[in-house]
């Protein structure tokens, strides 16, 4: 109920007209519409709507060919993975990509690495993207020196460490995995894995949290933890959050708006309730639109 | 000024030993050590906070949560202004609560989380003398508008500043209190009806902590993990009663299900669980052990194996041969010291158990080990102790010696085990009747267990009072005594006995699917259901080889030996809780059996041996069907010449 009653901010993530093509194909076809601060925001459609295209073009991954990206107020026509990240959006996948070797904390701490601060960290993320390997050894000595006294877990270094590891835990402390951090992710059940892989977006701190199918091939009870700490994520930081999912049930349930893609158009907007009810959207589910076109064809 | 109140104790320990832990808390991933001065401190400042709030002498504070510092304080807290803390099971349902709060009368509950004050909520709607709800936790609590929901900070701010404007009003509550004052309410589970609230006052708790600590010698440096509900008597006792007269320090886990990396981390010195905790530590020793290289698992099982043999003896001072010692030392630098140190039992001194009985198998397999595990008996009503096991005197099947200040006594007619001491209760709350049922005039309690004193001078519990029958042979018949020794054989899941006003006992068993399963493809027993399995005479030749070690047993008891087991049946089903054979925590309902499987229960007395039997059986998804076998009856051969009443 008083989900329902929320307020919104401004707008956080704007696209316009967005159509991305993988040669003759087109993936997404003039696609537009904003994401609010704070909204729970929900991009369904049947198998091969371009919901995840959308998500990894909103993330940088995939640019488009037509089309502008408004994140935070600076337009622009294409992000790069690394940019969106640094500004603030993380997401998660829907094949699960964990370091399956290592621990539910270690895992987590990856999520920090953008925040730590040592001059080699720095260094680390203003510059790796686009500089050549070589280019490291212009500054061995910076380099070294940081390397060494970080590894000696010393000084400022420690405090730092001591500051990540903190918000670290508190991430495990929400997400409620605390008797899992030692456990290399590899050896949790799936729904576990899906829990650590949301952590590590959210020890990042995101302003922007894309989600792409949380709840798929879980159980009811590790869909309804799920949807809990989606809620909670949304309540207690204020994050907004972005989902593709496709569980008709949970998508009503906790998402403020949704946008129903299909064949890589927008077919409807709007409140759970108003897209429910769009005929578009049923025949969409239901396969009549499709039968339609052919027989006009 | 005596310390005969916790809130004394408390400052005591903070006068005495105030740099000290008194508490830790695992936040974070780090243990958070809270001394006795900062303990008294923080039990100060939520006094004052309550009192800002409006409690007052006599008042109830519910308690709802798992262990945590600020609900221990808080249950501190409450008695220092002479309010009265009635802790509740933090698991239980809001109905159930429901009940515990309103006869209580609870005006204030302090809770945990969100999840607690959830259930707070739904409860308040039919008890409207519930007013004000603290939690300590603020997650997800941001959207709780509500003016009688605070935070525990919220609490502890007002207290500040109460405490500027009543400077010594904390000194004064504390010193009103007097050791006959009621320190808790703790409501007793119940298997039969409403739960009971149990009246304790501080001389029934303290009384009871002093004399265990000075019996078992605890000292100010034990380090204990306050893990088991906060509304069982257990904890109270251990994790505040015998922490504050002791002043060692209770460390609480980190949440339920990291218990056991806790466990290891903290490395208690003195450790309680009840034996169904020992059994899954176990089995997952057993697991990790399996899946373990070839030459640990050999290591592994030679040193056990000779643990087994001489480790008991050890622990026990007995005499053991040189070599044996030597060999035990060995074992203990391979795989009793690493394993211990895995379970965080390194250092403990001291491991008891209680509450059910605990199969030999497990008992021994910790005492060989090395750890001194020892049985209790004790109820909510005897503030914890009655009988506890001497060092050097500790068996599998018995609980011990009454403790120091402990009167014991069976009555003879009922065999039920009755006992008097300082610890007893003062009343069920609101229910005089049931007060006059259980505690006589002269301050003896009914337990409602029935047992006897051994030749060794220890109480065995061997079942409940109205459970227990007689035999035609006049021999005692105790039927969980006999199940609960049947159901430690591993191929044997579930048993009913039957004796009462027969001529002889009888056994109606389950078998283990998994473990007689697993045997019998080692064996090359082929089957292909559960059904057939139980029906294979090989099986039925294994279940009578433990029967008859049963019986075996029971010839060496002088009180049960006429109660060996003649005849048995192998079920063709599972005993399940869907079909109503079982209550929903697994124990058999007698009534509800001898009524469906009457056609087996007849010829378990009559002389045929084979009986058609069919049942009603309903599946997982609520279908019902029919489940119809013919069913084998066996004899089972009886030990050292019990006397048996054959009539006809």
Known sequence: MKHSERKFGDTLLKVDNITLRFGGVKAITDVSFEIREKQIFAIIGPNGAGKTSMLNVIN?????????????????????????????????????????????????????????????????????????????????????????LDSLYWGP??????????????????LEIQSIRRTPVGRLPYGLQKRVELGRALAMEPDLLLLDEPMAGMNLEEKEDMCRFVIDVNDEFGTTIALIEHDMGVVMDISDHVVVLNYGRKISEGTPAVVQADQDVIDAYLGVAHEEDLNEN | MTADTFPKLLDRNARERGPRPAIREKYLGIWQTFSWSETRAEVETIAHGLAASGVQRGDRIAIVGDNRPNLYWSMVAAQALGAIPVPVYQDSGASEL???????????????????????LEVQETTPGLKTFVYCDPRGMREYEQDFIHSLDEIKQAGKKHKAANAGFYDAEV???????????????????????????????????????????????????????????????????????AGFCANCPESQETFLTDLKEIGPTYFFAPPRIFENILTSVNVRMQDSGRTKQRLFRYFMGHAKKVGVKILQKEKVGLGD????????????????NTLGMSRVRRVYTAGEAIGPDIFDFYRSIGLNMKQLYGQTEASVFVTLQPDNEVYADTVGKACPGVELRVDPDSREVLYRSEGVFKEYYKNEEETRKTKTEDGWVHTGDAGFID????????????????????????????????????????????????????AMISIDMDAVGNWAERNNVSYASYRELAAKPEVYEEIRRNIEQVNA??????????????????LHKELDADDGELTRTRKVRRKFINERYDAVIDA??????????????????????????????????LAGGAPLAKAG
């Open chain 1, 157 to 174: 270094y420690q405090k730092e460490e001591v500051a990540h590891r903190k918000a670290a835990e508190e991430v495990i402390d929400f």
């Open chain 2, 98 to 120: 429901a009940y515990v709060l309103q006869h209580a009368e609870v005006s204030f509950a302090v809770s945990e989380d969100q999840e607690q004050i959830d259930k707070l």
């Open chain 2, 604 to 637: 378990l007395y009559g002389s045929q041996s084979k009986v058609h039997c069919e049942v009603e059986t309903t599946f997982e998804d609520g279908r019902k069907g029919v489940s119809a076998a013919d069913i084998a009856i066996m004899d089972a051969k």
């Open chain 1, 60 to 148: 940088g991954f995939y640019h488009p060919q037509e089309g502008t990206i408004t994140y935070k107020g600076n337009p622009r026509h294409q992000m790069k993975p690394h940019e969106a990240a640094e500004t603030g959006i993380a997401r998660t996948f829907q094949n699960v990509a964990l370091f399956r070797g290592m621990s539910t904390l270690d895992n987590v701490m990856t999520g920090r690495l953008l925040k730590m601060s040592g001059p080699s960290m720095r260094y680390y993320h203003n510059k790796l993207a686009n500089m050549p390997v070589i280019n490291y050894l212009t500054y061995p000595a910076m380099w070294f020196g940081d390397f060494l």
């Open chain 2, 553 to 570: 047993d029971l010839a060496e008891d002088s009180e049960l030996s006429g109660a060996q087991i003649a005849r048995f049946a192998l």
């Open chain 2, 325 to 340: 010692r030597f060999k035990y030392w060995l074992g203990e630098f391979f795989v009793y010291g690493p394993l211990k």
């Open chain 2, 175 to 245: 010193a009103r209190g007097r050791g006959s004052d009621i320190a808790t309410f703790l409501y007793t589970s119940g298997t039969t009806g409403n739960p009971k609230g149990v009246v304790l006052t501080y001389d029934n708790l303290i009384s009871m902590s002093e004399m265990s600590v000075e019996l078992e010698h605890i000292r100010d440096d034990e380090e204990t993990l306050a893990y088991l509900p906060m509304a069982w008597v257990g904890d109270c006792l251990f994790s505040i009663g015998q922490c504050y007269v």
């Open chain 2, 455 to 506: 030749h060794n001078g220890h109480l065995k519990i061997i079942d409940r009072a109205k459970d227990v029958g007689v035999l035609n042979n006049g021999s005692m018949f105790a039927p969980k005594y006999l199940e609960n020794k049947l159901k430690f054989f591993p191929f044997i899941q579930e048993a009913v006995t039957f004796g009462a006003g027969r001529d002889h006992s009888a």
